[in-house]
């Protein structure tokens, strides 16, 4: 249960399951699951895509939050955010809810725990500035063994097109949603944002330079806008050999924007 002022009740977790890892050159401090569900590059890039030009853009619902990194990173990154994440998973609820208090954000970061096909979830329609969500990537295929992973990594009662539904329900007229996914399924998020949102960036994330193809796409979009489509230059990940390139370093071990937002 969160409580309204600055102290969440933080749910047992076995301290055994934890690891302790870093976020941000150690300034977000991030426990998750040994086996299970491991936050990766896509929700730091993700939260670095978020912008705050004035108090309208300053209410931010993360939808699927896990552990709470993309919300824990932009409320690290953008002092006046004031961050919600939903998250359906009781473990990974009762990480976030530990990694908001000990990283002395309970005042700006609230978890909320439930799924987004519940119509009593405690969130009122567009009223947040920003949504933003990683969701689901894969729609069927092999069911990985860990339930946990399973559960973050493909679509369940709640498929891709009920993902962006809700986002789209939640911000407010002219807000934005911004979304991290898989590159081959732009056409279908697209699809889904047409004639419902609008003025839409699309930045690539690419494993290396020479790939054939992305990787990854953050998509950005404002309901109820008109203009069209902007597509980015994007970013590149890995060298040759693999390892980050230096941009990409700097920006994974830094509170900053990702270039081009």
């Known amino acids: 249960m969160v409580n309204a002022a600055t102290r969440i009740e933080v749910p ?8 302790h ?94 799924d987004i ?6 969130l009122v329609a567009e009223s947040f500035d920003q949504v933003i969500s990683n969701p689901p990537y894969y729609a069927g295929g092999t069911r990985p063994s860990n339930e946990s992973r399973a559960k ?32 081959d399924h732009l056409d279908r998020i697209i699809g889904l944002l047409h004639g419902r949102a609008g003025d839409m960036t699309v930045y690539p994330i690419w494993s290396k330079a020479d790939a054939e193809a992305p990787l990854r796409v953050i998509v950005s979009a404002r309901k109820g806008v008109a203009s069209p489509l902007t597509m980015r230059r994007g970013i590149v990940l890995h060298d040759e050999g693999g390892a980050y390139l230096p941009q990409t370093n700097t920006l994974l071990r830094n509170p900053m924007a990702l270039p081009g937002f």
């Open 117 to 122: 096909n519940d119509g009593s979830l405690p």
């Open 152 to 183: 973050a990594h493909q679509e369940g009662t709640a498929d891709l097109k009920d993902w962006i539904a809700f986002c789209l329900k939640m911000v407010r007229q002219k807000g934005r949603i911004t979304l991290v996914h898989r590159a």
């Open 12 to 19: 047992d977790f076995p301290e055994e399951r934890i690891s």
């Open 21 to 114: 890892d870093f976020l941000l050159g150690g300034s977000v401090v991030l426990k998750q699951p040994v086996d299970g569900y491991r936050a990766a590059v896509d929700a730091v890039l993700l939260a670095a895509s978020v912008s705050i030009n004035s108090r309208r853009d300053e209410k931010v619902l993360d939808v699927g939050a896990a552990v709470g990194t993309a919300g824990l990173c932009v409320a690290r990154r953008l002092e006046t955010a004031k961050v919600t994440g939903v998250e359906l998973q009781d473990d990974l609820y009762a990480l976030f809810c530990r990694n908001v208090m000990e990283n002395d954000l309970a005042g700006r970061v609230t978890p909320i725990h439930g």
